[in-house]
């Protein structure tokens, strides 16, 4: 078999990296049911305590 060559990356531009990380997280639902959920599932963590 053979072994895929490996390509020298460019290196990034150090500026522009905190913006894109900036972009990226954990992304929600926008329709009715999932705002309904989080604002359940909210309650229900600050009825814990």
Known sequence: MKRARQRHLKPRNPVAIAPLLKKGGAHQR??????RARLKAALRKNSEN
């Open 30 to 35: 926008k329709d009715k049911r999932a705002s």
